[in-house]
């Protein structure tokens, strides 16, 4: 091989390249931002329109129908979805994964610029934003203090412009805190005395409240700068600012409002308490009980693609050094680096030990000098990976070093076979060198193909749609990249230094040069000094993991080794040796056993491949073409089958005694399985255990049989031993599959673990102000404290509640705004080795605790394990009326609340979009009437609006802060529906009655308007119950709701979108994945073998493995996922190199 030739011709470079990759890849690693979840590019574009006090019917057709109008027409687009509340259009567009983000954020706001104008002139700019997966807070700082809230906010304010100085931290929000505000509360009797408008009050505050240049002035050699400084030093200045003359009388503010340095109505309630603490040593201590104190909580959102340790440890750093008042107890919450911490030292552990483990396996069987050789592949390799990852801007998160965990074992795989082959013809008699370049370049093509073939596996996956293929196309990346850095170091590095440091066994011992010794001993110094810097823990592991299994090895495994090569590997190769001398014997004594045998065999393979074939023109032309092909294919597999039947069943009964003995044997592995399962506590169904323990039976009962009836050993019907071994193999798969069929695990989308953190949502009916929320949240608190005090075991669990009042939305639909009927209760759990419980089982006792709550709707959420998606069950009704989609999805949430009390316990949190319409008093303005008094629509709504909403009128600065000045009606003028129709309009000095020329009207509007590609939805949604499988949950919603869908009226239309629609998405690539995976290994066989049939005997062995894929599915009770879909994918790649 021409690369191994110039690495052994150039070896001295090639050391130095091992030494520099080694610490370059260690710093690498060192250096490579750490975070959670990848940072994926999402392309999708929010616009959000603040309207304040504008209904959600009012924001749809004056804002959100024009935004989506207009969108339509931008190229790319997958999906518009908005989202219509009080107040707030929020629109979001989600484009194709072609399409660049920088260009998609452009073509948005060229079309939000065409929209503007349509809008109404007192709407607020539109904000235009990108949706970043890792825009969500990594901690929150929590600030509670015994002074008042008002300082306290002031504090909370300073340490946000601290906070937000850090380079990596993008945003801190402040929740909590009280806003000032000059308040100017008009009284409305006052004003009509006087003839005056809300106008004539703003214009004059507007006017006074000024500070205007006067330009220059030049007296004698000086210039003066001339400036107007009217700006208000004092609230209480303008109680005395004039507003008219009224007979040479002045009015005054005073005699018209009071004015006063107030608050802001609350926007949020912040609550804290505390249960346990951390401690530097990493243990969990109780602290002092001081029940649930007033916060202010600043939530910190890192900048994407920075590394979240060195972020939380900036914010720390900061925290220590800001100079905080007296009695400031600053207390940290929610601190997503802890969970990314542990991450990386877990699996930075299970490598080690995967590590550890590879090179003992390899001692065994290699020897010190061999396995070293090999072994050493690992970390090269995953420091010339490291360098990789680094150059192409990557982040190291748990999808990659996950990936590094699966390819730990297949990194040595290329070592072992060059490795070896060098040794073979340094035992030859061979020169180091040479024996490493003939070494090399014999099994060089072979190494290279095993290479190919397993990363073929993997390069369909690359082009995985979606935002599930962003977040999982980094599995795919990493192991092509760690594979094809593995190849390079047993081609490059490996050579060379088996070359050095290989010797035959009967090779005189020479001692190590002492340049050799001087440079192994840096480079270890090295290594070892980098590793510490960057976890000391990691540096222990490895030298004392290595010690240890160096002190193993000299003790016991050298001694095992000598003794398994000598006498149990000699055995164990004669035994296969005679099973093979057996399997592929033949006798056609028996009359026409050929043709038996080639119609068993050859009908099942023709049948085999004809269903392929009619799968593919299945998929791509249609079921009417595909019949001619898939009806043949039944007939000649079912004629197979029935001859692997008959054939397994021969085998049993003329077995005889082996039979019996083989069906004893199999009888006690499986009772130890059920045994295993009664000891951890999982549930085998009555199916799965007459499923497993038919086998046995099966072969008992047929042997004893055979042991009654037959006399001697009769012929068999198909006389040929290879195919008695490809029928009981295939007899195998079939009932493994038959048996996974019967007593299926279940079918899921991520695995369910044991969340860290758990929020409860509480949404009130909308129009519910934010005190009254509050008091549903502080009946919440109630129930969990009292679960807490009955249960010291789930109290264990819980280091600290967070409640938040007045924050939430829909996120699905482009939600998250702040809301007064919406509050969170975030509890923190303990780390899963200070855990008095399972998570899972908390999480249980808290959703029973935590139901029932009167006057709101419960949603318990907890951390995925994985990208966002929907939730299990998400139904979606779409048609042409309003009314009838607002029917239909109230009929189906009835009826999921019935099926939740009764046949589907597993069904929880059932929930739609609407939310209970917000109570509205609806004012119809008679535009004729209004027109006779010279009014207009804008006129009477603005000065509507200013009464009740009230009208901004500038700002009043205190040193360096700034407050907003507001003038509206008292409280007592707008507190009742009455008092609003006494409201009077001023036109040309005449008082109109509100009453003269409008008529109110009290009703109920829409809480939330969804839309979807532009038409209306409503969606109802549900979780799965903790413990409860989503797939059977979802299988028994449909049918639950099969006769009401059945029954709708023409025109309206169900989907289940979610979870559901992304599992499906993701299994139908997985599916087409695995075959062009399957078709690309085969092209790399056939090119290597220049043969057709090898390749195809190889590809055998990918769906024959599929009998241990079911049968441990089957034994530990797993649900099919996501994972495993990958995990048979990355088989079929590794299978072929056996």
């Not at 074992?409 to 490493?436: C, Q, S, T, W």
């Not at 192994?520 to 960057?534: N, W």
């Not at 597999?637 to 077995?655: D, N, Q, R, Y």
């Not at 509100?994 to 308007?1009: T, Y």
């Amino acid at each position: 091989m021409r690369i191994t030739d110039l690495a052994i011709k150039l070896r001295i470079s090639v050391m130095v390249l091992v030494v520099l990759a080694s610490l370059a890849g260690a710093y690498a690693y060192i250096s490579l931002p750490k975070e959670s979840a990848p940072s994926i590019e999402i392309p999708n574009i929010i616009i959000t329109t603040l309207y304040p006090g504008a209904s959600p019917d009012d924001v749809e057709s004056l804002i959100t129908r024009i935004i989506e109008q207009e969108a339509q027409t931008i190229s790319g687009i997958e999906e518009i979805r908005s989202t219509s509340t009080e107040g707030v259009s929020t629109v979001v567009i989600e484009f194709s994964p072609d399409v660049k983000l920088t260009e998609a954020n452009q073509r948005v706001r060229e079309k939000v610029d065409l929209a503007r104008p349509k809008l109404p002139n007192d709407v607020e700019e539109p904000i235009i934003s990108e949706i970043d997966f890792s825009d969500f807070p990594i901690m929150n700082v929590n600030l509670a203090a015994p002074y008042a809230l008002t300082q306290l906010k002031q504090v909370a304010e300073d340490l946000k412009d601290e906070l937000e100085g850090i380079n990596s931290v993008s945003e801190v929000i402040l929740v909590g805190g009280v806003e000032r505000e000059v308040q100017v509360d008009v009284d409305l009797g006052a004003l009509q005395g006087y003839s005056l408008a809300f106008q004539d009050l703003i214009d004059t505050i507007v006017k006074e409240n000024s500070n205007i240049p006067g330009g220059s002035v030049d007296v004698d050699h000086l210039n003066y700068l001339v400036r107007v400084n009217g700006q208000f030093t004092d609230p209480a200045q303008i109680r005395d600012l004039v507003v008219k003359t009224k007979g040479g009388e002045p009015i005054y503010v005073r005699d018209l409002a009071t004015v006063q340095f107030g608050f802001q109505e609350r926007k949020s309630y912040s609550r804290l308490r505390v249960l346990q603490r951390g401690t530097p040593e990493g243990k969990l201590v109780p602290v002092a009980d001081h029940g649930y104190q007033k916060v202010i909580t600043l939530s910190v959102k890192k900048r994407s693609g920075e590394n979240i340790l060195d972020t939380a440890s900036a914010v720390e750093a900061t925290l220590a050094k800001f100079p905080m008042p007296p009695g400031t107890e600053v207390l940290i919450t929610g601190d997503q680096s802890e969970q990314v911490r542990d991450l990386v030292k877990d699996l930075e552990n299970n490598i080690i030990s995967g590590l550890v483990f590879v090179v003992a396996v390899l001692l065994f069987f290699l020897g010190v000098r061999t396995s070293t050789l090999v072994g050493v592949a690992i970390p090269l390799s995953m420091m010339v990976s490291f360098l990789v990852f680094q150059v192409m801007g990557q982040t190291l998160n748990f999808i990659i070093l996950f990936s590094l965990i699966i390819a730990l074992g297949m990194l040595v795989d290329n070592a072992i076979v060059l490795v070896e082959n060098i040794y073979r013809f340094l035992e030859e008699g061979e020169k180091p060198f040479a024996a490493a370049r003939k070494g090399a370049g014999e099994v060089a093509v072979p190494v290279i193909s095993s290479t190919l073939t397993t990363v073929a596996a993997f390069v369909p996956m690359l082009f995985w749609p979606g935002i599930i293929g962003e977040f999982m196309g980094f599995m795919p990346l990493t192991l092509i990249i760690t594979l094809s850095c593995s190849l390079f170091v047993a081609l490059v590095m490996n050579p060379v230094l088996t070359g050095y440091f290989a010797r035959a066994e009967d090779a005189e011992r020479r001692p190590m040069a002492i340049w050799t010794k001087i440079g192994i001993f840096l480079t270890l110094a090295l290594l070892a000094a980098v590793l510490g810097s960057a976890n000391r823990n990691t540096l222990i592991v490895v030298f004392g993991g290595g010690a240890g299994l160096w002190v193993f090895h000299m003790l016991l495994m050298r001694h095992l080794a000598r003794w398994f090569a000598r006498t149990a590997l000699p055995a164990v190769v004669e035994l296969y040796r005679r099973f093979l001398d057996t399997m592929l014997h033949r006798d056609y004594s028996v009359r026409a056993a050929y043709w038996r045998n080639m119609l068993a065999l050859g009908s099942l393979t023709a049948g085999t491949l004809l269903a392929v074939l009619g799968g593919i023109i299945f998929a791509s032309v249609g079921a009417p073409t595909a019949k001619l092909v898939l009806l043949p294919a039944a007939f000649l597999a079912g004629l197979g089958l029935l001859g692997v039947v008959i054939h397994t069943v021969e085998v049993i009964f003329t077995g005889r005694l082996t039979s019996v003995k083989v069906g004893v044997v199999l009888g006690l592995v499986v009772l130890l399985i059920l045994g295993a399962f009664h000891l951890t506590g999982v549930d085998a169904s009555p199916e799965l255990m007459q499923q497993l323990l038919a086998a046995p039976v099966l072969l008992v009962g047929l042997g004893m049989l055979g042991l009654l009836i037959l006399r001697r050993p009769r012929a068999l019907i198909l006389t040929d031993n290879r195919a008695r071994l490809l029928n009981a193999t295939l007899g195998g798969l079939f009932s493994i599959v038959a048996l996974y069929a019967v007593a299926p695990t279940g079918v899921e989308f991520f695995p369910d673990t044991d969340p860290n953190q758990v929020q409860i949502s509480l949404k009130a009916a909308i129009g519910t102000n934010l005190d009254a929320t509050n008091d549903l949240s502080v009946v919440a608190q109630g129930r969990m404290d009292a679960l807490l005090t009955q249960n010291p075991q789930s109290k264990a669990n819980v280091k600290s509640l967070l409640v938040n009042v007045g924050v939430g939305g829909d996120q699905q639909f482009g939600g998250g705004s702040a809301s007064p009927d919406v509050a969170s209760i975030s509890l923190n759990l303990a780390r899963f080795e200070h855990r008095a419980e399972s998570s899972t089982v908390t999480l249980r006792n808290l959703r029973e605790q935590i139901k029932g709550i009167a006057g709101a709707e419960v949603e318990i959420k907890r951390d995925q394990a994985g990208p966002p998606t929907g939730p299990p069950v998400n139904i979606e009704i779409s048609g042409p009326e309003f009314t009838e989609l607002v029917r239909i999805s109230e009929s189906i949430k009835a009826e999921l609340d019935k099926a939740a009390e009764t046949d589907i316990p597993g069904l929880v949190d059932v929930r739609d979009n609407l939310g209970t319409g917000r109570p509205e008093l609806s004012v119809h303005i008679d535009r004729e009437r209004a027109a006779r008094f010279g009014l207009d629509t804008r006129l009477i709504a603005s000065t509507i609006r200013t009464a009740i909403n009230g009208t901004e009128a500038g700002k009043w600065r205190d040193g360096k802060e700034e407050y907003d000045i507001r003038v509206r009606l008292k409280g007592t003028d707008r507190a009742s529906l009455e008092s609003l129709r006494g409201y009077t309009i001023v036109h040309e000095g005449k008082q109109i009655p509100l009453v003269s020329v409008a008529d109110f009207r009290v009703g109920a509007g829409l809480g939330s308007i969804t839309r979807k590609d532009l038409l209306r939805v409503v969606t109802v949604r549900a979780n799965a119950r903790e413990g409860t499988n989503a797939q059977m949950l979802l299988g028994a919603v449909q049918q639950r709701l099969a006769p009401l869908i059945k029954g709708l009226p023409a025109g309206y239309t169900v989907k289940y979108t979610g979870e559901n629609e992304d599992q499906q998405k993701s299994f139908s690539f997985l599916g087409k994945a695995l075959v062009i995976g399957g078709g690309l290994i085969t092209m790399v066989l056939i090119a290597q073998f220049n043969s057709v049939l090898t390749p195809f005997i190889i590809m055998l062995a990918v769906g024959l493995s599929m009998i241990g894929v079911f049968l441990g599915l089957i034994v530990t009770r797993t649900p099919f996922g996501l994972f495993t879909f990958i995990g048979i994918i990355s088989l079929a790649g590794i299978v072929v190199n056996n």
